[in-house]
Structures are given as structure tokens and as C-alpha cells.
């Protein structure tokens, strides 16, 4: 094995449930902290009402034009455990990227807990998902623990990244992450990006450390998605630089504790579960428009996200990236254009492969409206989803951020020449630019 592989074997360690913004752990269990009672009524009571983001994004509203129904999203990851109550039903066949037992049941828990974000039901009390309609199809691959204990295949990542780009999976989650680049999934990810995919990954949980970029989010076509907290602030801990291209809530997020699936803990899911919130978003407006291209999803994910009056055109964050996920916003309210169908947002440049629906693409769910008609009042640090008038609206979105040792320091927050995102009560500094918007 290369040292460049051994690396990427790590990848799962810093990527997982956190326990706080400056505690980064391998496994789930050692992870989390206040444990929910596993009887029905409790994990009901204790876990859905934990889920503050739901309310903040509006999903009442987005699941009456939208629930993602007809998208299948690739999660590459530890396996996922499709017998929970909340993904029975929702999980299709997959591929062991490991090649060990040719199952793709979750040895630690990871992979379930990221599916659940993205198409949980809500059954029997356990984690709703975002875009509950669409389903998952699992790639499992190893983390350096799984491969200690088990002859596992050593290109698992860039085989189960390829196998996702020949499948049905229009989008594909990879809520993992290492260091160092990987010649087989570079290539595995062009490859995918050529066939139409896209491609969502964590860009890391040591933004307050060592904040090297991580790959697979660094690379050009890869979304690379960051993590904010409750409060509307960047989270401490996620990675930041021009890898970052749009942001997700990830803070104070119910999980399975461990591999048992006994029951849920409380942590911060870390910039692995912002992804995840970021691909369903993804599958919201691509059910919702099913005969878009994924650069036409992405660039309405782009130019509908969160921030504020001041967020010039063209200028990107190094902690988030266009703004915060706001599918409300896309979906019944019309913002965001979709664009030429055949040019990449992330690279402004050609895509060989279209990417546009097949005789299989999903029936249109709902139509996007020119504006929201029914506004209420705001929920969870949420604005009132009425008129927009440049405000962020129905988002979890940018509070301050450390300037992380950035020497160009463009003002944070009182620079006359910084670029301001005022979002949920908070104030969020644009300190660099990343690609052209």
C-alpha cells in the first residue's frame, strides 16, 4: 500500500459526529455525549424535536412542492444499516467497495446516520430526513479501524465513486475526507463528474487546527461543503479555504451512539452532516426540476443560498463558500437561476457529459413559485420567508468567524472593505474569494 493510500485510509477520522467544535474522534460511541432513551416515545420526544434546522429551513413548506422523490443519491461511507426504522424502505442495493463480505451493512455507524439526514422517515421516532422521498443507494467503503481488522480492497474509494457514476445515483455523498490526493479517485471523481454526477464532500473537522485542504472536497469538481452551528456562525471546527463552496448546518444533531443501533446520542455531526444536508437539499430541487442538468441544480443551490445585501455577486467565502443551503428559497420562491445547462458553476468550464434526465428521470414533484404567498412568522432564528428583498430568508446561515490566521484580513466584520452577510442575527465576513461565481 502506497503511503498516499494509507493517508486516505484515515479519512473517516476526523470526519465523523463530533462531540464539540474542538473534539474530533474516529467513532461515533466515543463521540457523543447525553444519551436518548431508547424506548419509542422517548427517541420521538427527544429526537425529532432536536432536529432545530428542519424548522429553521422550513420543511413543512419545502415537503408540499418538494420531497425529492425519483433522485437516488450514492453515500459512499461505512455501510448503512437499512433496517432502522427510519431508513426501512428507503435504502436500495448497493456495492461492498470493500470487497470483504459483499454486504453493505454499517460496521460503525457513520454511513447510517448520514443516510438518515438525507432520506430518513421519521419512523418509529428515528431522525427525519430532509428530502424524505429519495432513496439511498450504499457504497460501502473501508475506515482505517475496518481495514486493521479486514483484508479489504485498497482502491475501495475510487471503485465505489466509479460503480456510483455507472449507476442510477444522480447525486453522490462523501461525507469523508483525507489529506493527501489519491491518482485512482481523482480520476474516479472525473470520471463521475463527466457522466452528469454531483458530487458532494466534507471539507474537514480541524478548520481550528491544522486546516489542510481534504480530499476529495478539493477537487475542482467536487462541492466542497462546510459546517455552522445553531446560532447562525460558521462551526469552529470546519475547514475553511478556496475548497469551500457552500455551507449546511451541522451543529447539535441526534445520532445513532454507535454500530449497535441501540439508540441516539447528542454531538455536532461535523462537517460529514453538513454534507449530507447539502446532497438532500441537491435532491430537492432536482425532483422538483427534473429535467435540469446537476450544473444547473448546483448553480441554483449557489446562487439561492444565504447572505446578505452586502454579498457582492462573484464573491465567495473561505468558510462558505456561496452561503448557506436554502432550499425553501430555491424551491417555492424561484431564486436562482438555472443557467446554460452544459457549463459548470465550479469550474465555469464545459462539462463533457450534460448530465440531462433520462428515460428514467423522476416526475416533477412541484413547481417553483415567483414568490411565497403564505409567509409566518420565523421559526428558529429563521427571517420571514416573505418578499425577498436581497435578505437571507429561511436560512441557518453565517454568524462571525475567526480570522483563522488569514493574512489578507479584509476587514472582519468593521473592514470598510469586507463583504457582509447579515443572516439569522449574526454577521458573517467574506474574507477571500474563491471561484469565479
Known amino acids: 500500500m502506497t503511503a498516499g493510500m494509507s493517508q486516505v485510509r484515515k479519512r473517516f477520522g476526523s470526519y465523523g459526529f463530533r ?5 474530533a474522534v ?20 427527544d429526537v425529532q424535536s432536536k432536529q432545530w434546522y428542519l424548522d429553521a429551513m422550513r420543511v413543512d413548506e419545502i415537503w408540499k412542492s418538494s420531497t425529492g422523490k425519483g433522485i437516488k443519491i450514492a453515500v459512499i461511507d461505512t455501510g448503512v444499516n437499512a433496517s432502522t426504522p427510519s431508513l426501512k424502505g428507503q435504502v436500495l442495493k448497493g456495492l461492498d467497495a470493500t470487497e470483504t463480505d459483499g454486504t453493505t451493512n454499517d460496521y ?18 428515528g431522525v427525519k430526513g430532509l428530502a424524505p422521498g429519495a432513496k439511498i443507494i450504499p457504497m460501502r467503503m473501508a475506515n482505517k479501524e475496518f481495514e486493521e481488522k479486514h483484508k479489504s480492497n485498497t482502491r475501495d474509494n475510487s471503485n465505489a465513486i466509479r460503480a456510483a457514476a455507472d449507476g442510477d445515483a ?4 462523501m461525507s469523508i475526507g483525507g489529506e493527501f490526493v489519491d491518482a485512482a479517485e481523482k480520476e474516479a471523481v472525473e470520471y463521475a463528474h463527466s457522466k452528469g454526477k454531483l458530487l458532494f464532500a466534507a471539507v474537514g473537522n480541524t478548520g481550528d487546527k491544522a486546516n489542510k485542504p481534504g480530499y476529495p ?15 447562525g456562525q460558521v462551526a469552529e471546527y470546519s475547514q475553511h479555504g478556496d475548497f469551500v463552496d457552500i455551507a449546511a448546518p451541522a451543529n447539535d444533531i441526534p445520532g445513532w451512539c454507535d454500530e449497535t443501533f441501540t439508540k441516539y446520542c ?19 430541487i432536482w425532483s422538483a426540476n427534473p429535467d435540469w442538468t446537476a450544473n444547473q441544480v448546483l448553480r441554483v443551490m449557489f446562487e439561492s443560498a444565504g447572505r446578505g445585501d452586502d454579498w457582492k455577486p462573484g464573491t465567495v467565502s473561505n468558510y462558505l463558500g ?47 413559485k415567483d414568490d411565497d404567498t403564505g409567509s409566518s412568522p420565523p421559526k428558529s432564528g429563521a427571517e420571514d420567508d416573505g418578499k425577498d428583498k436581497g435578505k437571507d430568508t ?16 479584509l476587514g472582519l466584520i468593521l473592514g470598510g472593505v469586507a463583504v457582509v452577510a447579515v443572516l439569522a442575527g449574526g454577521a458573517f465576513a467574506v474574507v477571500r474569494k474563491r471561484r469565479t461565481a
Open 19 to 23: 462531540r464539540g467544535p474542538l473534539c
Open 26 to 45: 474516529a467513532v461515533i460511541a466515543a463521540s457523543m455525549t447525553g444519551t436518548i432513551g431508547a424506548a419509542p416515545a422517548a427517541i420521538a420526544a
Open 108 to 125: 460503525d455507524g457513520h454511513g447510517t446516520n448520514m443516510a438518515e439526514l438525507i432520506v430518513g422517515t421519521g419512523a418509529g421516532g
Open 170 to 173: 444522480k447525486i453522490i455523498n
Open 217 to 231: 472536497a478539493n477537487y475542482p469538481e467536487v462541492v466542497g461543503v462546510a459546517a455552522t452551528d445553531r446560532e
Open 266 to 284: 447528542d454531538g455536532d455531526g461535523g462537517t460529514s452532516s453538513a454534507t449530507a444536508l447539502a446532497s438532500a437539499t441537491a435532491a430537492l
Open 322 to 368: 456561496h452561503g448557506i443551503v436554502r432550499p425553501n428559497a430555491a424551491i417555492n420562491r424561484g431564486i436562482g437561476k438555472p443557467g446554460d445547462p452544459d457549463v459548470s458553476p465550479l469550474t465555469n468550464e464545459r462539462t463533457t457529459s450534460a448530465g440531462s434526465a433520462d428515460a428514467g428521470a423522476p416526475s416533477k414533484e412541484g413547481s417553483a
Open 394 to 409: 429561511d436560512a441557518v446561515a453565517a454568524g462571525s468567524a475567526k480570522d483563522s490566521g488569514d493574512d489578507s484580513q
